[in-house]
């Protein structure tokens, strides 16, 4: 559904992501991971079309995302790490906003916004605007906004964040009812327990370099990692267990 093809992208003299190719199958909950600065946004950006790469491409549902950006959007919903709206809209109002860059209006719209600021407990606020939103609001909101048009995919930096325990469980259960549906989900996040407890497959990135994928077992294999668990994994992949030592030292 989502393929990588020798991703690159640069700043300046700045390699940020470094030729990196990725598939992620039709139907999949992928976990996608690394430390910060790793490359993980800057990667999801160029997927969502907001930033444009310096070399490779991407292919959303079979369309070139650069040659055809118009189609390949259309499949794409995204949530990025911090929800960016427009204050002086109310929360209906920004929802019809986003179905109207898709083309979407009408009663099928209203319908669909009912629908999911009913699922994310918004109903009451639908007519308030946005600047009176907590950020967990907001960040519920941006959610609704990348499923609004129905997407066949989505991708999301840190979904978790400002949410609630309720809203974050619920969340959860909107992915994996998304993927049984056949949907596509790419998701990033720090949160490794979640990880290992949503995700099919897994794609670990450091210094702009995909440096592990595949399901747990495989990774495990593919490194004589035994039966260690994905926190464990990550850092010796990532070489955050120098950090893990020094705790170790310090709570001794």
């Known amino acids: 559904m989502i393929r990588l093809e020798s991703l690159t992208k640069d700043f300046g003299s700045f390699r940020a992501v470094d030729r990196i190719s990725l598939h992620v199958p039709k139907g999949t909950l992928y976990g996608f991971l690394g430390p910060n600065g790793a490359g993980k946004t800057t990667t999801l950006r160029m997927i969502a079309g907001i930033l444009r790469p310096t070399g490779g491409r991407i292919l959303v549902g079979g369309h070139d995302v650069q040659a055809d950006p118009i189609a390949a959007k259309a499949l794409l919903g995204f949530i990025p790490d911090r929800p960016f709206v427009y204050e002086k809209l109310t929360g209906a109002e920004f929802l019809r906003f986003v179905a109207g860059l898709y083309g979407q209006d009408g009663q099928v719209v209203e319908r669909r916004v009912d629908e999911l600021l009913d699922v994310f407990e918004l109903s009451t606020w639908k007519n308030e605007l946005i600047e009176s939103y907590s950020h967990g609001m907001r960040q519920k909101l941006i959610i609704s906004s990348a499923l609004i048009h129905r997407p066949e995919a989505i991708v999301v930096d840190e979904p978790m964040v400002g949410l609630d325990p309720r809203a974050a469980r619920l969340l959860k259960e909107l992915f994996r009812g998304f993927v049984r549906r056949g949907g596509t989900v790419l998701m990033s996040t720090h949160t490794l327990e979640i990880a290992e407890a949503l995700c099919e497959r897994i794609a670990i ?29 990550f850092l010796r992949l990532t070489g955050g267990a120098a950090a893990k030592e020094l705790q170790a030292v310090l709570e001794a």
């Open 205 to 233: 990135m450091q210094g702009g370099r995909i440096v592990a994928a595949g399901t747990m077992p495989e990774l495990r294999t593919q490194h004589a990692a035994g039966d260690v668990g994905l926190e464990d994994l």
